[in-house]
């Protein structure tokens, strides 16, 4: 990557042969390419898609086969009961937001694990959640329950005291299925990477850029970060989501690059929100790699749809849960003209 832009083209308009590029969607190099195409020039359709490569675009045709489908005679049990861990005095909105998100993505239960300070805030504004609290008054410093949740997102809001570390690893060393760790989650296995062994095979890590770079170190660059991100997922055997402005799902060598979301989910509690969601389809037995990719797609979607209605300025986290019925709807819309850019979804 030139040290100097200006020896850079700047190009208002990108044609790319058959399929988009990678360049495209990392933040170093996508902003010399403000918009692009894809040039069919005619190769064998067979051949493009029986092809592994490393990257695939995940645009609503790609997600449609993941998507599990309701009988009629279901009720709650069947779709899962999702566990929220998290919050402390001052943070128990990031709780409250990643519950409502794991409801509204179609959780049977939820039930949300928070200090004592965080009861009557849930209760109150959420009364669909039940709630369990820990012993302390405004921290999580003992993490214990009876229920047996079958998706668990931990780490919003959580903050990182001795005794939350503590626990932490108490309940690390006791819980055996996948979990979503965002934010506080991830914030202390970053400061204590020997715990990243006890994490579960499969878990999912949902960290900002700036959580990213505590947990994997610095990169030179996107593509050194994306090697670190490989190398990271491969050694522990976890899902990372690096969110973006083209959220990029990495499963050990193979990324999944999403096609939706905007410039108004740089907003406080969109990340609560997706946690929530990955968790809520995780719940519902989607696997962790499918429940991660049609996670980031139907949260970019939902967001997308509320931004016309809202606005960049004012899209907040919760009008992304309040669309999300909207973006499942969405998946069974016919689309007036596919677009061009999905003739073939394998970024090169």
């Known amino acids: 990557m030139p040290e100097d832009d200006k020896a850079v083209v700047w190009s208002n308009y990108t044609l790319s042969f058959q399929s988009p590029k990678l360049v495209f969607f990392l933040p170093d190099t996508a902003k010399f390419v403000i918009q692009w195409d894809?040039?069919?020039?005619?190769?064998?359709?067979?051949?493009?898609?029986?092809?592994?490569?490393?990257?695939?675009?995940?645009?609503?045709?790609?997600?449609?086969?993941?998507?599990?489908?309701?009988?009629?005679?279901?009720?709650?049990?069947?779709?899962?009961?999702?566990?929220?861990?998290?919050?402390?005095?001052?943070?128990?909105?990031?709780?409250?937001?990643?519950?409502?998100?794991?409801?509204?993505?179609?959780?049977?239960?939820?039930?949300?694990?928070?200090?004592?300070?965080?009861?009557?805030?849930?209760?109150?504004?959420?009364?669909?959640?039940?709630?369990?609290?820990?012993?302390?008054k405004k921290i999580i410093a003992d993490i214990n329950f009876e229920i047996k949740p079958t998706g668990i997102g931990i780490g919003i809001g959580m903050g990182t005291d001795e005794k939350t570390i503590t626990t932490f690893e108490a309940f690390l060393k006791r819980n055996k299925i996948p979990l979503v760790v965002d934010a506080d989650g991830i914030n202390i296995l970053s400061k204590q990477k020997k715990l990243l062994k006890l994490v579960p095979k499969q878990s999912i890590f949902t960290p900002h850029p700036k959580e990213l770079e505590r947990l994997i170190g610095k990169g030179k660059d996107d593509f050194d970060k994306l090697k670190k991100v490989k190398t990271f997922s491969k050694k522990y055997s976890v899902i990372v989501v690096i969110k973006g402005a083209n959220t990029i799902t990495v499963f050990k060598d193979k990324l999944y690059i999403n096609a939706t979301g905007n410039p108004g989910m740089a907003?406080?509690?969109?990340?609560?929100?997706?946690?929530?969601?990955?968790?809520?389809?995780?719940?519902?037995?989607?696997?962790?790699?499918?429940?991660?990719?049609?996670?980031?797609?139907?949260?970019?979607?939902?967001?997308?749809?509320?931004?016309?209605?809202?606005?960049?300025?004012?899209?907040?986290?919760s009008h992304i849960i309040e669309y999300l019925g909207e973006a499942y709807l969405d998946l069974f819309e016919q689309d007036e003209e596919l677009p061009k850019e999905e003739n073939n979804n394998t970024p090169e």
């Open 38 to 136: 894809v040039l069919d020039i005619g190769l064998d359709d067979q051949f493009l898609f029986e092809t592994e490569t490393e990257a695939e675009w995940i645009d609503k045709y790609e997600v449609l086969p993941i998507y599990k489908p309701r009988e009629r005679f279901s009720h709650n049990g069947h779709f899962g009961h999702s566990l929220i861990i998290g919050g402390s005095y001052g943070k128990i909105g990031a709780v409250t937001l990643a519950s409502r998100a794991a409801l509204s993505i179609g959780s049977g239960l939820v039930t949300a694990y928070v200090p004592k300070c965080g009861y009557v805030a849930l209760q109150s504004s959420f009364p669909e959640a039940m709630v369990i609290t820990d012993t302390a």
């Open 267 to 317: 907003t406080a509690g969109s990340g609560d929100v997706l946690t929530g969601i990955i968790a809520g389809l995780l719940s519902q037995k989607y696997s962790p790699l499918d429940a991660s990719v049609f996670g980031v797609y139907l949260h970019g979607k939902a967001a997308d749809i509320a931004v016309q209605d809202f606005g960049y300025q004012s899209l907040i986290a």
